[in-house]
């Protein structure tokens, strides 16, 4: 695989492909793309974990987060806090989408990372279109003060061979991203299967 450079990365988004194109949109400035790397920045939807107790979360089972979360729209200019402790999900600001002929990986900004702010990373497969949805939590001692069109995360590019499943192709695919019915996890192709191994071992595999 081959990482792309910054000149590469604007080539590649001012080439005019209709077939398979990379789509990084809206871009408020060009300085957002540097090195070998994307910043992305998050939008002024958020989502706060509801204060109290929670019943236990299967994570093989389909999660709606609009259940267990309150919906925040933070006016842009303005100021979000985060407690330490506490865990906030929100969009990327920017529409994403990925050529099936190239894999993109998200990391936090060092920088805020230094100041305790962990921000979901991951890979962001062949064929995906969406804004990337992210968590943030506040790892730190102190409360930490984010705004709308902050950059959280770096998206590096790398190109590929082809795939024999791209992001629409696999076992389980999910919906894309509703405000008003936000499934966060779904249950894996392998959920029910998993079950029903009972005194497993690696020897017997």
Not at 4 to 20: C, G, P, Q, V, Y
Not at 102 to 116: D, F, N, P, Q
């Amino acid at each position: 695989m081959t990482m792309l450079t910054d000149n590469e990365i604007f080539s590649k988004l001012n080439s005019i492909d209709r077939a398979d194109p990379l789509i990084v949109h809206p871009l408020l400035d060009k300085n957002q793309i540097y090195g070998a790397r994307l910043d992305l920045r998050i939008d002024n939807e958020l989502f706060r974990l509801k204060q109290g107790r929670h019943n236990t979360l299967d994570v093989d089972a389909e999660i709606v987060l609009n259940t267990i979360t309150d919906r925040i729209i933070c006016p842009y200019g303005k100021d979000l806090v985060i407690i330490p402790g506490e865990l906030l999900f929100a969009y990327t600001f920017e529409y994403v989408k990925m050529p099936k002929n190239m894999v993109g990986r998200i990391e936090a900004r060092a920088r805020l990372a230094k100041l305790g702010l962990i921000v979901s990373s991951g890979v962001i497969d062949p064929g995906f279109s969406d804004h990337i949805f992210l968590s943030l939590f506040n790892a730190g001692n102190f409360p930490l003060a984010i705004r709308p069109l902050t950059r959280v995360v770096s998206l590096s590019l790398e190109k590929i061979n082809s795939v024999l499943q791209d992001f629409q192709r696999r076992p389980v695919v999910r919906d894309k991203l509703d405000s008003d019915h936000l499934v966060v996890s779904v249950p894996d192709y392998d959920s029910e299967a998993l079950k029903t191994f009972t005194n497993i071992s690696s020897d017997s595999i």
